[in-house]
């Protein structure tokens, strides 16, 4: 059976590029292109895939907010950003975000296939480049001085929460673990989320991480095997 894919895309003749290169695979299919992050989201509505290629930089919807948000509605889909620089902090936020993958656009078609089928089959695929940085933000953070400490009066409680919160369990797992309600959990999420400043998810995890509330190397782990 065939591993069917979706692909966003901004620039038309990388989409192209793209779309006509994947299709030269025998064992995958090219479902749908999109545009920016919007049409993605619109397609994956539309169209049943095992995996999309998504480009960070992108009009209306970009590449980490379409991530975010695809997580949240298909979990089981497969994603795989696309690049043409390796960013530390687009890296990252796309992780955090979901991402299974991170390969440069310049990855030869080879890398790309077998990219694929590393992330359908659980891996977390990347471009060499892309794992070099990775490895540079997780010693990174281990060696430089630590800012002025700053706990935004989380409670004992809530800091236990947004240490489960990085791992993307559900309000009903984390209340399990903690032997509180699901109702109790969302309540202190929304505490944590007031404290931080934070509109979701994503942003309340990289506060605290610029903080040092958690660590970038737990953060890159649960991501990568969640």
């Known amino acids: 059976m065939k591993i069917r894919i979706g692909l966003a895309e901004d620039i038309p003749h990388l989409r192209e590029a793209i779309s006509d ?6 064992n995958v299919e090219m479902v749908f292109t999109a545009a920016n992050g919007k ?33 949240k509605q298909f979990p089981g889909l497969k994603i795989v950003m696309l690049t043409v620089f390796d960013d530390g902090n687009n890296i990252f936020n796309a992780i955090l975000a979901g991402a299974n993958g991170y390969l440069l656009k310049d990855s030869k078609p080879a890398r790309l296939l077998s990219a694929i089928e590393e992330a359908i089959e659980g891996g977390a695929p990347m471009s060499p480049q892309i794992a070099s940085k990775t490895l540079q ?19 004992k409680r809530e800091m236990e929460i947004l240490e489960q ?7 009903q797992a ?34 605290a991480r610029k903080h040092k509330l958690i660590g970038i190397a737990g953060l890159l782990l649960a991501s990568l095997i969640g």
């Open 21 to 26: 290169s994947v299709s030269n695979f025998e």
């Open 137 to 155: 933000l997780v010693r990174g953070n281990r060696t430089e001085a630590l800012p002025e400490k700053n706990d935004f009066d989380l409670t």
């Open 174 to 207: 984390i209340g399990d673990k903690l032997f509180i309600s699901p109702k109790t959990v969302r309540k202190h999420i929304e505490n944590i989320y007031a404290k931080l400043q934070a509109h979701n998810k994503v942003e309340a995890i990289e506060i």
């Open 165 to 171: 919160l990085v791992t993307g369990e559900t309000y």
């Open 39 to 71: 049409e993605l989201i619109d397609q994956l509505k539309q169209h049943a895939v095992d995996l999309v290629l998504v480009d960070i930089n992108m009009p209306v919807m970009n590449g980490i907010e379409a991530t975010a948000l695809a997580r």
